[in-house]
């Protein structure tokens, strides 16, 4: 458990550092983030597949049902889509700096500006499009990302955090802006929820039991999010 806990701890300090940097990127770096990471999806797409086979097949021979195997697939077309969804996200406005300004009835003037947070920390099942969609969304809000996806897309996310770093350090920005966790033990989840002081929010994604794990065992900020079909 202290070993594990010891890791966990290494990649959010890492994360941390790289937090400060990014932070301050401006807009257009952090789109030409996007965009090369995009390109860099398109470009390895074999590689991308043949990781993904080994989560798929070893998937398949622990008994894992087909909805489950559909969830974990990657194929080209979807590749496709996640590269489209990162150009997607290029083209939208940058959310830092935003701000609004009132007065009070005293003629006080007060400001509120959005900011990045710092380090978000994420923790997911089986979908590895997640690793991309929340990676992509934390830099373009100039944050930094641990991930902690399921041990059932261990190859693919790992893969794709790869593709990410590399673009990130293409465009002179920290690769420890995205950290991964290379280890599948269910204590790294538990320690990655006591990392107070170096992960600023925390996000589960998943099914009702994840949730509440993380709501209930977490010692930092969460964000407790909808199970199943919560939307309209």
């Known amino acids: 458990m202290e070993e594990i806990s010891l890791y966990i701890e290494g990649l959010c300090r890492r994360a941390k550092e790289a937090s400060r940097v990014i932070a301050a990127a401006n807009t257009e770096k952090k789109n030409a983030v996007l965009l090369r990471c995009a390109a860099l999806l398109r470009e390895r797409a074999a590689l991308l597949v043949k990781e993904n086979q080994k989560d798929m097949d070893s998937a398949a021979e622990n008994g894992v049902k087909e909805v489950m195997l559909d969830r974990l697939r990657l194929d080209s077309a979807r590749i496709e889509g996640i590269a489209a969804a990162l150009e997607e996200l290029a083209t939208l406005a940058d959310p830092i700096g935003e701000g609004t300004q009132w007065v009070r009835p005293n003629g006080l003037k007060i400001r509120r500006f959005r900011v990045p947070l710092g380090v978000i920390g994420v923790i997911y099942e089986a979908r590895p499009n997640v690793t991309v969609d929340v990676a992509a969304l934390c830099i373009k809000t100039g944050n930094a990302v641990v991930l902690r996806g399921g041990k059932e897309a261990l190859h ?40 107070r002081g170096l992960v600023d929010l925390l996000i589960p994604r998943g099914g009702k039991g994840l ?19 919560c939307h309209v």
């Open 211 to 229: 949730i509440r794990a993380v709501v209930e065992g977490a010692s930092v900020p969460v964000i407790e999010t909808g199970a199943g079909n």
């Open 156 to 195: 693919s996310n790992l893969a794709l955090a790869d593709l990410l770093r590399e673009a990130l350090t293409a465009e002179g920005l920290p690769a420890d802006a995205v950290m991964a966790v290379a280890r599948t033990e269910r204590e790294g989840a538990n320690a990655l929820m006591k990392m």
